[in-house]
């Protein structure tokens, strides 16, 4: 076991903690904040927390970028930055919540998802380091021309990406499942 002790500067305004914001380690914290509410109180309660936290994010984002000004009675400008489009370290943290949101982890035994795989991911999950987690909530779709050379490294997770891709060989990294299209 290596310890090792770092330094950091103390952050002058919260736009600059949302500006060095690593998604993988906040989805990291997420996923065990979800596991921890879906056992104490259950899948549903689990579900809406999450939808909570990324409704209050945006807010305290929108707040902090003054994009958004509130009033007594309510939203004084009508445009809202849910696209995180003025820190890219921000961006991509609504996609990993639906991803975790459509994730057999938070969803119920009447769609389908046995309870002992529901237990499984939770243990799983619980232990991955966050860019194995990161790849398990969210898997990766690369494309290749040939077997040997790489087309596009990561692509959308769409059918439009596979049908306008032109490339002949998909590989879809899910961490515990590899698919080759």
């Not at 103390?10 to 690593?22: C, H, K, P, W």
């Not at 065990?32 to 509410?37: C, F």
């Not at 984002?61 to 509130?70: G, P, S």
């Not at 921000?90 to 994730?103: E, M």
Request: aromatic fraction near 10%; include cysteine; charged fraction near 20%.
């Amino acid at each position: 076991m290596r310890i090792r002790t770092l330094q950091f500067e103390t952050a002058r305004s919260v736009n600059d903690i949302y500006d060095t914001v690593d998604p993988e380690v906040v989805l990291s914290i997420l996923v065990h904040e979800v596991i921890l509410s879906s056992l104490e109180n259950g899948v549903r309660e689990a579900r809406i927390s999450l939808h909570e936290w990324l409704v209050n994010l945006t807010a305290q984002y929108n707040d902090a970028y003054k994009i958004a000004e509130y009033t007594r009675g309510g939203l004084s400008t009508s445009h809202v930055d849910v696209a995180f489009t003025q820190c890219p370290q921000l961006q991509h943290l609504p996609r990993l919540v639906f991803a975790l949101l459509r994730s057999p982890l938070l969803r119920f035994h009447e769609e389908g998802v046995h309870p002992d795989y529901r237990i499984y991911l939770q243990c799983l999950f619980s232990a991955l380091e966050p860019s194995s987690l990161n790849r398990a909530v969210y898997p990766s779709l690369s494309s290749y021309d040939t077997p040997d050379k790489q087309a596009y490294p990561r692509h959308s997770l769409s059918r439009a990406a596979l049908i306008t891709s032109g490339s002949p060989i998909f590989l879809l990294d899910a961490f515990t499942h590899l698919i080759d299209y």
